[in-house]
């Protein structure tokens, strides 16, 4: 089977099936992700968690189009953004010119303002013009989903995007995030290793087994919205999860 | 579009308002005190190391001179000042001074050119890397001055002998910042730039250049040292009739035994390569400040 990569308006955003990465060659080999199949729907939020080193980063890459898949096939619809763990932003610019960086297809002054308008969204109005290093680590997140929000994407990847920050600060951008993807009716793929966190975001829960990656379990989560994250019904869905990933590392303890 | 967050429910107000209290607790204080007074603040902390320096130099001199050593002919402090400031009132020094800084410039300005262009090959293209790469780092372990003979036998006792060795002694370093620069810029940046669409030219102009040029001014300015290094060099050894320069006034102090007058050259070129390197040094940590590296 050859790898084939497409970007159609189909009906599902994100389809993969039967992916395989495999990285390096000769004897140092890592098979990554192993057949994996995973359909998204238009708007779906899906978490996907599972085990450091499964394969999830690659999953993104691979959908994000940074990194081709060995063998299988995978279809995207739409423009992609990917926000990685760490903002990644350019030190030489300020949260606007980041921002606007995003915007090259617009006019200058349509930029400036666009640029602007992001900033207001992730509530950063104010610091348009101040530089990376002079923004905290949940500001500097902030700015990268602004960035990653300008490039106008229907598919939003993210990968750990709050796993640097403290509680508090991740609980707002918790908030923030679910305004945002339901407004715009993103279609967001989130990466996490936290249960609580998947289960706070997601309209659906994905467990990846440990590597190489294959889909473990498909669990929608049935929470009512707006969610908070110590709240009970959150706190017994997460509970749930955790105990079927205690599970799979029993089973793959012995190895 | 409904965005901002006047059209968002009361949950998502509290959500700013955390947000702003949160930000206000993340950030640094802002340790500004108010402009003209933080100036002068500034200027007296780059300036008083500096002036020490000069006063210990000064010192140390004044004593070697008051021991008696070689009397009559060691320069006293006081003699050679007054013979610094007699030159910088005759047309010959500056004359000297406005040749000797052209060559720079103009060597300086070959360098960058010859460094930039086959730098840039260097790091982006593999195979030129692999080749070239570590030639370029043992090149500038060759003593510059050993490049006159060739240099001469090739250009005779011409202004081109010495812009070319200047030439070859600077513009590896300028190369090399260039691809230790590239070197390092983080994939991740790399990343971000690929997905935010930026390909080719507008990619190298837009990430690329601004990522590596913190390590492109350092090469820039160790290249200003070599490249006045061997000008100081070319201009003792390539005397050209006709042409004062500082090399050439250095020499005639030389041939007429007259230390007190070498003395106060010897303090000009010290003086020329300070400065260059100081104008260099505020580029670099200013860019270096502004990215927070400093
Ligand atoms: N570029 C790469 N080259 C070689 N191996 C890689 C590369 N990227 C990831 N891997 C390996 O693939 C596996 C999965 O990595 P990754 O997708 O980053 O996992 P996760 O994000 O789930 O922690 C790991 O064993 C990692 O070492
Ligand atoms: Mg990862």
Redesign the interface.
């Given at each position: 089977m050859s790898a084939t990569t497409s970007v159609t308006e189909a009906t599902a955003a994100v389809t993969l099936s039967g992916v395989s990465k495999v990285y390096g060659k000769g004897g140092a080999v890592v098979r990554a992700l192993d057949e994996l199949s995973l359909t998204v729907a238009p708007g779906e939020f899906t978490c996907l968690i599972g085990a450091s080193g499964c394969g999830k980063s690659t999953l993104l890459s691979l959908v994000?189009g940074?990194e081709r898949p060995t063998t299988g096939a995978l279809q995207v619809g739409g423009r992609?953004?990917?926000m990685?763990q760490?903002a990644?932003l350019?030190?030489?610019?300020t949260a606007a010119g980041n921002v606007e960086?995003?915007l090259?297809r617009l006019s200058r002054a349509e930029r400036g303002r666009r640029a602007a308008?992001?900033l207001?969204?992730v509530?950063?109005g104010g610091?348009a013009d101040k530089?990376?290093?002079?923004?905290?680590?949940?500001?500097r997140q902030r700015v990268s989903l602004a960035?990653?929000l300008a490039?106008d994407a229907d598919v939003l990847l993210m990968d750990e995007p709050f796993g640097a920050l403290d509680a508090?600060?991740r609980d707002?951008m918790h908030?923030?995030l679910d305004?945002i993807a339901a407004?715009r009716g993103l279609t967001v793929l989130f990466v996490t290793h936290n249960v609580r966190e998947a289960v706070r975001l997601g309209d659906r829960v994905v467990v990846l087994s440990s590597r190489p990656g294959r889909v473990l379990a498909d669990i929608p989560v049935g929470v009512e919205r707006?969610r908070r994250i110590d709240s009970a019904p959150v706190a017994q869905a997460a509970a749930e999860i955790t105990d079927l990933l205690r599970e799979e590392m029993r089973r793959h303890g012995g190895r | 579009m409904?965005?901002?967050?006047s059209q968002?429910g009361a949950?998502?107000a509290t959500?700013?308002t955390?947000?702003?209290g949160?930000?206000v607790l993340?950030?640094p204080p802002e340790a500004r005190a108010s402009g003209q007074r933080q100036v002068l603040a500034v200027a007296w902390r780059v300036v008083w190391p500096k002036a020490l320096a000069v006063i210990i130099a000064l010192a140390a001199w004044e004593l070697i001179s008051v021991s008696g050593w070689k009397k009559l002919i060691f320069p006293a402090p006081g003699d050679t000042l007054s013979n610094l400031w007699g030159q910088l009132q005759t047309g010959l020094l500056w004359h000297a001074i406005g040749t000797t800084l052209y060559r720079a410039v103009l060597g300086f300005a070959l360098a960058l050119l010859v460094g930039v262009v086959i730098g840039a090959l260097v790091s982006r293209v593999r195979p030129l890397r692999a080749a070239i790469g570590s030639l370029i780092t043992g090149l500038q372990t060759m003593p510059s001055i050993a490049w006159f003979p060739f240099a001469i036998i090739l250009f005779g006792l011409t202004t081109q002998s010495i812009l070319f060795v200047v030439v070859l002694a600077a513009w590896s370093s300028i190369a090399n910042g260039l691809i230790a620069g590239s070197d390092l810029i983080?994939p991740?940046?790399l990343?971000?730039a690929?997905?935010?669409?930026?390909r080719g030219i507008?990619l190298y102009c837009?990430?690329i250049l601004?990522?590596l040029?913190p390590a492109f001014v350092a090469g820039l300015k160790q290249a200003w040292a070599f490249a006045w290094h061997s000008l100081m060099a070319g201009e003792l050894l390539v005397l050209i009739a006709n042409q004062p320069s500082v090399g050439v006034l250095l020499s005639t102090d030389q041939d007429q035994s007259d230390l007190v007058s070498a003395t106060a050259i010897i303090i000009v070129i010290l003086a020329i390569g300070i400065i260059v390197d100081m104008v260099f040094g505020v580029a670099e940590r200013g860019i270096r400040r502004?990215?927070?590296?400093a």
């Amino acid at each position: 089977m050859s790898a084939t990569t497409s970007v159609t308006e189909a009906t599902a955003a994100v389809t993969l099936s039967g992916v395989s990465k495999v990285y390096g060659k000769g004897g140092a080999v890592v098979r990554a992700l192993d057949e994996l199949s995973l359909t998204v729907a238009p708007g779906e939020f899906t978490c996907l968690i599972g085990a450091s080193g499964c394969g999830k980063s690659t999953l993104l890459s691979l959908v994000a189009g940074l990194e081709r898949p060995t063998t299988g096939a995978l279809q995207v619809g739409g423009r992609v953004a990917l926000m990685f763990q760490e903002a990644g932003l350019f030190p030489w610019l300020t949260a606007a010119g980041n921002v606007e960086l995003s915007l090259r297809r617009l006019s200058r002054a349509e930029r400036g303002r666009r640029a602007a308008e992001l900033l207001d969204v992730v509530q950063l109005g104010g610091f348009a013009d101040k530089r990376p290093h002079e923004l905290s680590g949940g500001m500097r997140q902030r700015v990268s989903l602004a960035r990653a929000l300008a490039q106008d994407a229907d598919v939003l990847l993210m990968d750990e995007p709050f796993g640097a920050l403290d509680a508090m600060t991740r609980d707002v951008m918790h908030d923030e995030l679910d305004w945002i993807a339901a407004e715009r009716g993103l279609t967001v793929l989130f990466v996490t290793h936290n249960v609580r966190e998947a289960v706070r975001l997601g309209d659906r829960v994905v467990v990846l087994s440990s590597r190489p990656g294959r889909v473990l379990a498909d669990i929608p989560v049935g929470v009512e919205r707006p969610r908070r994250i110590d709240s009970a019904p959150v706190a017994q869905a997460a509970a749930e999860i955790t105990d079927l990933l205690r599970e799979e590392m029993r089973r793959h303890g012995g190895r | 579009m409904a965005e901002g967050s006047s059209q968002r429910g009361a949950g998502v107000a509290t959500t700013a308002t955390a947000l702003a209290g949160l930000d206000v607790l993340d950030l640094p204080p802002e340790a500004r005190a108010s402009g003209q007074r933080q100036v002068l603040a500034v200027a007296w902390r780059v300036v008083w190391p500096k002036a020490l320096a000069v006063i210990i130099a000064l010192a140390a001199w004044e004593l070697i001179s008051v021991s008696g050593w070689k009397k009559l002919i060691f320069p006293a402090p006081g003699d050679t000042l007054s013979n610094l400031w007699g030159q910088l009132q005759t047309g010959l020094l500056w004359h000297a001074i406005g040749t000797t800084l052209y060559r720079a410039v103009l060597g300086f300005a070959l360098a960058l050119l010859v460094g930039v262009v086959i730098g840039a090959l260097v790091s982006r293209v593999r195979p030129l890397r692999a080749a070239i790469g570590s030639l370029i780092t043992g090149l500038q372990t060759m003593p510059s001055i050993a490049w006159f003979p060739f240099a001469i036998i090739l250009f005779g006792l011409t202004t081109q002998s010495i812009l070319f060795v200047v030439v070859l002694a600077a513009w590896s370093s300028i190369a090399n910042g260039l691809i230790a620069g590239s070197d390092l810029i983080s994939p991740l940046l790399l990343k971000n730039a690929h997905m935010m669409g930026l390909r080719g030219i507008s990619l190298y102009c837009r990430v690329i250049l601004p990522a590596l040029l913190p390590a492109f001014v350092a090469g820039l300015k160790q290249a200003w040292a070599f490249a006045w290094h061997s000008l100081m060099a070319g201009e003792l050894l390539v005397l050209i009739a006709n042409q004062p320069s500082v090399g050439v006034l250095l020499s005639t102090d030389q041939d007429q035994s007259d230390l007190v007058s070498a003395t106060a050259i010897i303090i000009v070129i010290l003086a020329i390569g300070i400065i260059v390197d100081m104008v260099f040094g505020v580029a670099e940590r200013g860019i270096r400040r502004r990215r927070g590296l400093a």
